[in-house]
């Protein structure tokens, strides 16, 4: 079992719709959790860190379950230039950040 | 700042050649970490370093070799290139071990590795 599993997509959204992304860990002493951003061919960028209480940055919205062991991105008011696909990144106790596959947003005029 | 730069951009090697893949990065970053990323399994730790003179080994390591001899510079070396080793290798930085959720990692532009 991979240690942060995302279900890779596509989501294929009209513009203007609201996107959910979930992302499970298997790894119960995780220590804290991201979302980042990678656009085609281009390096990963941070996009928000995951708090237990969750957070909002504008359209985005972050959610940590921890007795679930869940993570999860809310996109509202999709735009175009929201295409892209989002890491979820779990660090673990020993300091390394663990990345799942990612999962690929297009969205469409 | 430049932040965080990789060289070569591309590569193409031949099975059994070796190569080093250059990274610096000019923000006075102590936690340096080279991943590679593959269709369909995200980015693998191979090699991170927490400061000048200490490395240590990530989830995939094998094949590869580092060193930091200076804050500003971790190159990873391919001591002889396989197939399997044809991915996209990314180095990243940032100030300190991200405990805590504080450090953002910075990751340069990559470096597109081919082998025949």
């Known amino acids: 079992r991979k240690e942060v599993e995302q279900d890779p997509g596509p989501f294929n959204v009209p513009e203007g719709a609201t996107v959910a992304f979930n992302c499970t860990y298997s790894?119960?002493?995780?220590?804290?959790f991201f979302w980042y951003r990678q656009d085609c061919r281009k390096e990963p960028k941070l996009l928000m860190s995951?708090?237990?209480s969750g957070n909002e940055d504008g359209r985005f919205t972050a959610q940590l379950n921890r007795a679930s062991q869940y993570i999860s991105l809310l996109i509202r008011d999709s735009k175009l230039s929201d295409s892209a696909t989002y890491l979820c990144?779990?660090?673990?106790?020993?300091?390394?950040?663990?990345f799942g596959q990612g999962t690929e947003l297009s969205v469409k005029p | 700042n430049a932040g965080v730069t990789q060289t070569p951009k591309f590569q193409v090697l031949k099975t059994g050649q070796s190569m080093t893949l250059q990274c610096a990065q000019d923000?006075?970053?102590?936690?340096m970490s080279w991943y590679r990323q593959d269709p369909g399994m995200g980015l693998r730790l191979i090699h991170y370093?927490?400061?000048?003179?200490?490395?240590d080994q990530g989830e995939v390591p094998n094949g590869y070799n580092v060193s930091r001899s200076t804050t500003e510079d971790f190159p990873l070396r391919l001591l002889s290139a396989a197939p399997s080793q044809t991915s996209v290798y990314f180095c990243?930085?940032?100030?300190?071990?991200?405990?805590?959720?504080?450090?953002?990692?910075?990751f340069g532009p990559g470096t597109r590795l081919l082998v025949l």
């Open positions: 990243a930085s940032s100030y300190s071990i991200p405990y805590g959720g504080q450090e953002t990692q910075y």
């Open positions: 790894n119960s002493a995780s220590q804290s």
């Open positions: 995951v708090y237990s």
């Open positions: 990144v779990v660090l673990d106790q020993g300091g390394k950040l663990i």
């Open positions: 923000m006075n970053h102590e936690y």
């Open positions: 370093s927490v400061g000048a003179g200490i490395t």
